[in-house]
């Protein structure tokens, strides 16, 4: 066990890298939930970076409007968020208690019907306790989950700081003493069917819903040239890049899926940061992010081209 938590496997310092505005959005508390088409490999401190794909105004615009419905589901309507998307850029972390199904979580009346709204992927991966970065780290990014360098993790640490998250969510184990005891199948028992069904549902909400379908849509266009290994139905219907090995789940998928989209694609849709293992040990210099003047932030640029 480590300082953020218990890991599984091979994990020491698990991160994963996702596209913008998701990314921020997870950082920020905004986004409860990630989805995967695969169960999360890993419990306790998950650091989260941000692709290199700078967002377009217009999927910033469709998950913002996406958080403040289902939000104010709950009767919160003052959500606060960022003010910029940096690319290319370590921005903290998030504390992962547990993955469950979509039709699990979809039917969980033990949290709140906001977080059922997030429902979106096959399986989702329940996020608590967010934590930034005072100042993003500059760093290129890899598919999947993957243990962030040593001496990164360390500098990381020191720059954390809590976040104040517009409702805070706690995610109960069916075992305490157990934290990998909220898989899927854990609660499938006592899912029912979530009150709030798409007949219910205001026209405000559905159309939120759906821009975010659309928004995550751009990335699973081009995933299907990218062999990866991580991607679930919020590629099909979120900005996820198909994967080579579950691009099939892309055509199948017609929900909205658009939290995985916030990784996994977030590297095959830029070959900037498609990187090899090599490539890691030679970006040791953690350069802090300048500031960002616009919403997005600064895009990384090559070792090579940061002179010019």
Same mark, same amino acid.
């Given at each position: ?29 905004i ?18 970076h ?10 910033i615009?469709?998950?913002e ?10 009767g919160i ?11 290319s850029r ?11 199904t979509?039709e699990?979580? #979809? /039917? ?6 906001g977080?059922?709204?997030? @429902? +979106? $992927? ?7 306790r967010?934590q930034?970065?005072l ?5 290129r ?9 040593k ?19 706690k995610?109960?184990?069916p ?22 069904s ?5 026209s405000s909400?559905?159309?939120?819903? #759906? /821009? ?7 990335f699973?266009?081009? @995933? +299907? $040239? ?14 996820t ?13 017609t ?6 989209s916030?990784?996994?694609g977030?590297?095959?849709?830029n ?9 890691q ?13 616009s ?14």
């Amino acid at each position: 066990m480590r300082a953020g938590g218990h890991s599984s496997g091979n994990y020491r310092n698990p991160c994963l890298t996702m596209h913008q505005p998701w990314a921020s959005l997870l950082v920020y508390g905004i986004k409860r939930i990630e989805g995967r088409s695969w169960p999360a490999p890993i419990r306790g401190r998950l650091w989260i970076h941000a692709a290199g794909k700078v967002p377009e105004e217009a999927t910033i615009k469709a998950m913002e409007d996406f958080y403040r419905e289902i939000y104010a589901v709950n009767g919160i309507t003052d959500i606060k968020f960022p003010q910029h998307y940096p690319v290319s850029r370590l921005l903290g972390c998030v504390e992962v208690v547990g993955c469950v199904t979509r039709e699990e979580l #979809a /039917g969980w009346e033990l949290v709140p019907e906001g977080v059922r709204l997030e @429902a +979106q $992927t096959d399986m989702c991966w329940l996020c608590e306790r967010p934590q930034k970065l005072l100042i993003p780290f500059e760093m290129r990014g890899y598919q999947g989950v993957y243990n962030l360098e040593k001496k990164i993790n360390e500098a990381a640490i020191r720059g954390l700081t809590p976040v104040e998250v517009p409702l805070p969510v706690k995610f109960p184990l069916p075992n305490p003493q157990d934290p990998f005891s909220l898989k899927p199948g854990s609660i499938s028992a006592n899912a029912h069917q979530s009150r709030t069904s798409e007949v219910e549902r205001s026209s405000s909400l559905n159309a939120a819903i #759906a /821009g975010a379908q659309a928004a995550a849509t751009q990335f699973s266009k081009k @995933a +299907q $040239t990218f062999p990866t290994t991580s991607q679930n139905d919020a590629a099909k219907s979120a900005r996820t890049v198909p994967i080579k090995n579950e691009s099939s789940e892309v055509d199948k998928a017609t929900s909205a899926n658009f939290s995985e989209s916030s990784n996994k694609g977030s590297m095959t849709s830029n070959s900037k940061d498609q990187i090899s293992s090599r490539d890691q040990l030679s970006s040791r210099v953690l350069r802090p992010h300048p500031g960002a003047p616009s919403k997005y932030g600064y895009e990384w640029r090559r070792r090579g081209d940061a002179q010019n």
